[in-house]
């Protein structure tokens, strides 16, 4: 098949990789010039993935987009969620009206509270079965290194999940399909709020039982907003829920779980942003969570400390005091 990505970073590169591995031919695309060379002519992306030393054959790069999506198969969508609609804006219209669009983005945008579903679906004007969610404990540097990992595709027309998930499967990379687009998207957005908490409190020195008692408590926030959102519970057991929540939140190499790490050691928000090697997503989707409790009339204990953290600055001690209400209630 051919596939398209759109945006060059540090998980469109891996999860190109992963295509051209599974045998289909990958078209880049990116804005910046020094990206699309990069890739184009020295099989390399040097600023977001420099881990790799040299890119599959059967991956290319341009920053036209017509010809980037010209006869696309499939469309994947890798771009910080905050700017997605703003960079999506000019392809409606270019997109093949047969293709399926899948995004890898894990973020809700601040300004409207709407999941990249709704993002992507809306500014593309895409019918719901052809918009595909990816998502699972994915690190992109240990994808790109060709470690096994597993993910899960979400497409409201399973038949779509299984074409998106046939085109990224390889000898080391595993997708499962689920119908559930709702619960894939919150799973992928909500854990990098707890990322950014377990960070925190990991950077301010606590060991195991802060992290459990922070990733357990977490979950279950996660899995409340899901079902009130209409996701399936089981969602948020799986990969996409659990197990992303084991890889990010246990790895120095996830950025939600470095930005939180550094704030624990004592860096502003600012310094932390400085420092990020790639985007944070939970940074401003915490709000976002927020908000979406308030909605939905469900209690978000762990984002309302966290953006508390992030809003006014309160310290490691101070968040994980606000976990602790002053009622006894049942688990
Ligand atoms: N890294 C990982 O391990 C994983 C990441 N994800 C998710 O995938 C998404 C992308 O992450 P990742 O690739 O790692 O992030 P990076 O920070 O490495 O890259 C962000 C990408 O967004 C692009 N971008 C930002 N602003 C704009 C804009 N205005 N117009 C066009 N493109 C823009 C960047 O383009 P440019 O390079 O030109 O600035 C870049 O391609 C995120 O939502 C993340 O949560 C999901 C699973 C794993
Ligand atoms: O989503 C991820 C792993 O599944 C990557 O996490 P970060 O965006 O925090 O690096």
Redesign the pocket.
């Known amino acids: 098949m051919k596939i398209t990505v759109l945006g060059a970073g540090?998980?469109g590169t891996a999860f190109g990789q992963v295509l051209a591995d599974a045998g289909n031919d990958v078209m880049m695309w990116a804005i910046e010039p020094e990206i699309v060379e990069g890739i184009r002519d020295h099989r390399r992306n040097a600023v977001r993935l420099p881990s790799v030393e040299r890119l599959p054959e059967r991956m290319t790069a341009t920053g036209d987009r017509a010809e980037a999506v010209a006869g696309a198969d499939i469309v994947i969508v890798s771009i910080a969620a905050q700017a997605a609609r703003v960079a999506l804006e000019p392809f409606r219209g270019l997109i093949p009206e047969t293709a399926v669009v899948a995004s890898l983005m894990?973020g809700i945008e601040r300004t409207t509270g709407k999941r990249m579903d709704e993002v992507v679906r809306e500014t593309l004007d895409l019918p719901e079965a052809r918009f595909a969610a990816i998502?699972?404990?994915?690190?992109?540097k240990e994808v790109a290194a060709r470690n096994p990992s597993a993910t899960v595709v979400a497409c409201s027309d399973i038949m779509n999940a299984r074409l998106v998930a046939r085109a990224c499967t390889t000898h080391y990379f595993r997708p499962f399909v689920t119908t559930d687009v709702v619960g894939l998207e919150l799973c992928?957005s909500l854990?990098?709020v707890i990322?950014l908490a377990v960070g925190m409190a990991r950077g301010a020195g606590y060991g195991e039982n802060t992290a459990a008692m922070i990733e357990t408590r977490g979950l279950a926030e996660m899995t409340a907003i899901g079902v009130a959102a209409g996701a399936d519970a089981k969602t948020f057991c799986g990969l996409a829920g659990v197990g992303?929540l084991i890889?990010?939140c246990g790895s120095p190499?996830?950025?939600?779980?470095?930005?939180g790490s550094n704030l624990g050691k004592g860096m502003s928000v600012e310094e932390a942003t400085k420092v990020s090697n790639?985007?944070?997503?939970?940074v401003p989707t915490t709000d976002a969570v927020v908000a979406l409790g308030e909605r939905l009339g469900v209690p978000t204990p762990l984002a309302t400390a966290m953006s508390h953290v992030l809003g006014r600055g309160i310290g490691c001690g101070e968040m994980l005091g606000e976990l602790f209400g002053p009622d006894i209630t049942e688990e």
């Open positions: 540090a998980w894990k998502s699972g404990p994915n690190l992109s992928g854990k990098n990322a992303d890889a990010t190499l996830s950025r939600n779980y470095t930005f790639g985007v944070a997503e939970g």
